[in-house]
């Protein structure tokens, strides 16, 4: 079928047939050669030539097309499409005729034959061509405003340029890459920038689309910003509660917290821990279950909360929100050595008076809450032991980072170290050992949390001591890197960084989902139900936990954004600045924590410093699409 000196088509590109034998060789258009099969060429030009020609010009190719039109369905040779076109059917004619279909808008390739385009066909390919060469010119010119409003803004000279209406198309392509929402962006392309969320949003804050008011993290993270829109259903009434109203019970919280979902109490002779009792009405499989599952836990921002479960939750199970509270309580007796004697759990009525950490400590300070003085002595004891038994204590300066956007405000306030909330702290593991004890003793699958040892604490772990007993700061850092991931499951095992020998979190169900999956099991225990099997309990609990991980995620990134853009409001910060972690062997830099941030940072300064120093240092640039700063020594 085909001779040497012929033309062919191959993968539809002009080819020069050099020799035929068993296999066909072929010269391609860069002059390289191939060896091919018959099947895998079409026929183009018999020849004979020399080389590939190149396209003859002119030629009326519409003409050609409307005569061809009425046979349109019968096979067309290239011979005869190249006598129509140019009146011959030369290589070179051949060769322009294959050009022409090519491009696909009056012919076009079938099969290795040219097919004419109806007239149909031809108008809407006309059509979107034009469509296209007009999206061409708008992204172009957009792309001319984008690079002049950019460089304007970074350097006014001249009239300040703007975007037109027209260009929210372009700005809301690269919005969508910056959210999380697309991982594609044209636009961004057209412009130079790098198609990743944090370059889209750089860009975006460059051209004054957005300011630093705008948090992408939590759609990035693909964190829903409002509470579940489901029903909860009515209280279960399958437990008789117990009237425990008659106990003083005390809810103690930062002076912010506004879901309350764990108190304390004393009665003479036990500590009673109360918790709220969502699983009183939420069932697994249910649709309030369900959404919890898919959240993990509550979304906390610095802008706002995003709840884990209905907002009619917070209303109905909150306590101390109103009069009287239904609750899943914990009388928990100790020893002389402060280990848990005995435990048992009920449903119950509480009444709770709700504090700050503040108040609190001002009543235990003035004699006025003697069950409080009374708790906090088995808290002490509590924490000694846990000490004791290898727990390992990290207490680092935290700060708070809230927003109010109808100001807009950005405030970083330092979190005070309160008695209370040491109090409350032992309390909470104290009702987390006493849970999941309980429920080992009744062969309960349950969503028992564990951690393993630390690697070895060495010298820079352990620190020197404070007058207040306390570890260095750099300690607590280095404390803090040794630490490994805890682990859920339904089969218990110690959490050596508590230094407890069983644990599970309980005391959270209205915003953590394994809290709420034990009070289901406990629950269903109670009542006499089925309960879920250590295969479910399993599933739940990496559900939940890769579902919190994406919220912790959102939480992290969200409070250095926050923290970045007050920086950016104020270039001018100054502060102090520890040491925390010394430059590796050689080159490098010294580790150092800004308490009145809360922020880590990098620090270029010479060999002769040293751990738990401290430094005066100046904000010299805060990037907050980046999430990165950094500061210099100043004096």
């Given at each position: 079928?085909?001779?040497?000196?012929?033309?062919?088509?191959?993968?539809n590109?002009?080819?020069?047939?050099?020799?035929?034998?068993?296999?066909?060789?072929i010269?391609?258009?860069?002059?390289?050669?191939?060896?091919?099969?018959?099947?895998?060429?079409f026929?183009?030009?018999?020849?004979?030539?020399?080389?590939?020609?190149?396209?003859?010009?002119g030629?009326?190719?519409e003409?050609?097309?409307?005569?061809l039109?009425?046979?349109?369905?019968?096979?067309?040779?290239?011979?005869?499409?190249?006598?129509?076109?140019f009146?011959d059917?030369?290589?070179?004619?051949v060769?322009?005729c294959?050009?022409?279909?090519?491009?696909?808008?009056?012919?076009?390739?079938?099969e290795?034959?040219?097919?004419?385009l109806?007239?149909?066909?031809?108008?809407?390919?006309?059509?979107?061509?034009?469509?296209?060469?007009?999206?061409a010119?708008?992204?172009?010119?957009?792309?001319?405003?984008?690079?002049?409003?950019k460089?304007?803004?970074?350097?006014?000279?001249?009239?300040?340029?703007s975007?037109?209406e027209?260009?929210?198309?372009?700005?809301?392509?690269?919005?969508?890459?910056?959210?999380?929402?697309?991982s594609?962006?044209?636009?961004?392309?057209?412009?130079?920038?790098?198609?990743?969320?944090?370059?889209?949003?750089?860009?975006?804050?460059?051209v004054?689309?957005?300011?630093?008011?705008?948090?992408?993290?939590?759609?990035?993270?693909?964190c829903?910003?409002?509470?579940?829109?489901?029903?909860i259903?009515?209280d279960?009434?399958?437990?008789?509660?117990v009237?425990?109203?008659?106990?003083?019970?005390?809810?103690i919280?930062?002076?912010?917290?506004?879901?309350?979902?764990?108190?304390?109490?004393?009665?003479?002779?036990?500590?009673?821990?109360?918790?709220?009792?969502p699983?009183?009405?939420?069932?697994?499989?249910?649709?309030?279950?369900k959404?919890?599952?898919?959240?993990?836990?509550?979304l906390?921002?610095?802008?706002?909360?995003?709840?884990m479960?209905?907002?009619?939750?917070?209303?109905?199970?909150?306590?101390?929100?109103?009069?009287?509270?239904?609750?899943?309580?914990?009388?928990?007796?100790l020893?002389?050595?402060?280990?848990?004697?005995?435990?048992e759990?009920?449903?119950?009525?509480?009444?709770?008076?709700?504090?700050?950490?503040g108040?609190?400590?001002?009543?235990?300070a003035?004699?006025?809450?003697?069950?409080?003085?009374?708790?906090?002595?088995?808290?002490?004891l509590?924490?000694?032991?846990?000490?004791?038994?290898?727990?390992?204590?990290?207490?680092?300066?935290e700060?708070?980072?809230?927003?109010?956007?109808?100001s807009?405000?950005?405030?970083?306030?330092?979190?005070?170290?309160d008695?209370?909330?040491?109090?409350?702290?032992?309390?909470?593991l104290?009702?987390?050992?006493?849970?999941?004890?309980?429920?080992?003793?009744r062969?309960?699958?349950?969503?028992?949390?564990?951690q393993?040892?630390?690697?070895?604490?060495g010298?820079?772990?352990?620190?020197?001591?404070?007058?207040?007993?306390e570890?260095?700061?750099?300690?607590?850092f280095?404390?803090?890197?040794?630490m490994?991931?805890?682990?859920?499951?339904?089969?218990p095992?110690?959490h050596?960084?508590?230094?407890?020998?069983?644990?599970?979190?309980?005391?959270?169900?209205?915003?953590?989902?394994?809290?709420?999956?034990?009070?289901?099991q406990?629950?269903?225990?109670?009542?006499g139900?089925?309960?879920?099997?250590a295969?479910?309990v399993?599933?739940?609990?990496?559900?939940?936990?890769?579902?919190?991980?994406?919220?912790?995620t959102?939480?992290?990134?969200?409070?250095?954004?926050?923290?970045?853009?007050?920086?950016?409001r104020?270039p001018?910060?100054s502060?102090?600045?520890?040491?925390?972690?010394?430059?590796?062997?050689?080159?490098?830099?010294?580790q150092?924590y800004?308490?009145?941030?809360?922020?880590?940072?990098?620090?270029?300064?010479?060999?002769?410093?040293?751990?738990?120093?401290r430094?005066?240092?100046?904000?010299?640039?805060?990037?907050?699409?980046?999430?990165?700063?950094?500061?210099?020594?100043?004096?």
């Amino acid at each position: 079928m085909f001779r040497a000196q012929a033309l062919a088509l191959y993968k539809n590109r002009p080819v020069l047939v050099v020799e035929v034998k068993d296999r066909i060789e072929i010269r391609l258009e860069d002059g390289s050669s191939l060896r091919v099969r018959d099947k895998d060429l079409f026929p183009l030009h018999e020849g004979p030539v020399m080389a590939l020609p190149q396209p003859a010009g002119g030629g009326d190719f519409e003409t050609a097309r409307r005569m061809l039109l009425p046979a349109s369905g019968a096979k067309l040779d290239w011979a005869e499409l190249a006598e129509l076109v140019f009146g011959d059917s030369g290589a070179a004619e051949v060769v322009a005729c294959w050009l022409e279909s090519t491009k696909g808008l009056l012919f076009r390739l079938d099969e290795g034959s040219p097919l004419p385009l109806d007239d149909e066909a031809v108008a809407k390919e006309t059509a979107k061509r034009a469509r296209k060469e007009g999206e061409a010119a708008e992204r172009s010119a957009f792309v001319d405003r984008a690079k002049g409003v950019k460089a304007f803004r970074r350097k006014p000279i001249g009239p300040e340029p703007s975007f037109e209406e027209a260009d929210g198309r372009f700005l809301s392509e690269i919005e969508a890459l910056a959210y999380g929402k697309s991982s594609k962006s044209k636009t961004c392309a057209d412009l130079g920038i790098s198609e990743t969320p944090e370059a889209a949003q750089s860009f975006l804050l460059a051209v004054g689309r957005w300011d630093e008011m705008v948090n992408p993290h939590p759609s990035r993270a693909l964190c829903p910003l409002s509470a579940p829109r489901v029903e909860i259903g009515p209280d279960m009434g399958e437990l008789q509660r117990v009237d425990l109203t008659a106990m003083e019970a005390w809810a103690i919280d930062n002076a912010w917290s506004t879901d309350p979902d764990d108190a304390i109490a004393w009665d003479g002779s036990s500590i009673w821990v109360h918790v709220a009792d969502p699983a009183s009405a939420i069932l697994p499989d249910s649709a309030a279950d369900k959404e919890a599952l898919a959240r993990g836990s509550t979304l906390y921002l610095p802008e706002l909360t995003s709840p884990m479960l209905p907002d009619q939750a917070l209303e109905r199970f909150g306590l101390g929100l109103g009069e009287l509270s239904p609750a899943l309580s914990f009388r928990i007796d100790l020893a002389a050595d402060g280990s848990i004697a005995s435990v048992e759990a009920c449903a119950s009525t509480v009444r709770v008076r709700r504090a700050s950490y503040g108040e609190a400590d001002a009543l235990m300070a003035e004699g006025r809450a003697p069950a409080l003085a009374r708790l906090a002595e088995s808290a002490a004891l509590r924490k000694g032991r846990r000490v004791e038994n290898g727990a390992i204590e990290i207490e680092i300066p935290e700060v708070r980072v809230s927003v109010r956007a109808e100001s807009p405000e950005i405030r970083i306030e330092r979190i005070p170290r309160d008695s209370s909330s040491g109090l409350v702290r032992e309390m909470m593991l104290l009702a987390g050992e006493a849970a999941a004890r309980w429920a080992f003793e009744r062969g309960l699958a349950f969503p028992f949390y564990g951690q393993e040892a630390p690697s070895d604490m060495g010298p820079a772990a352990l620190g020197e001591l404070s007058s207040e007993g306390e570890a260095a700061l750099s300690a607590q850092f280095a404390r803090r890197r040794l630490m490994r991931g805890g682990m859920w499951g339904p089969q218990p095992s110690a959490h050596r960084g508590l230094g407890l020998p069983f644990y599970a979190q309980v005391t959270s169900p209205l915003r953590r989902y394994q809290d709420l999956l034990g009070h289901m099991q406990i629950r269903a225990f109670l009542s006499g139900r089925a309960t879920l099997d250590a295969d479910e309990v399993s599933r739940r609990c990496a559900l939940a936990q890769a579902a919190s991980a994406a919220t912790r995620t959102a939480e992290r990134a969200s409070n250095q954004h926050w923290t970045l853009a007050y920086l950016t409001r104020h270039p001018e910060w100054s502060g102090e600045a520890v040491l925390v972690g010394a430059p590796g062997t050689g080159a490098g830099a010294w580790q150092a924590y800004i308490p009145e941030l809360g922020l880590e940072a990098k620090l270029r300064l010479g060999p002769d410093r040293s751990l738990d120093e401290r430094v005066r240092v100046a904000l010299v640039r805060a990037d907050v699409a980046a999430l990165e700063s950094s500061f210099e020594e100043t004096h």
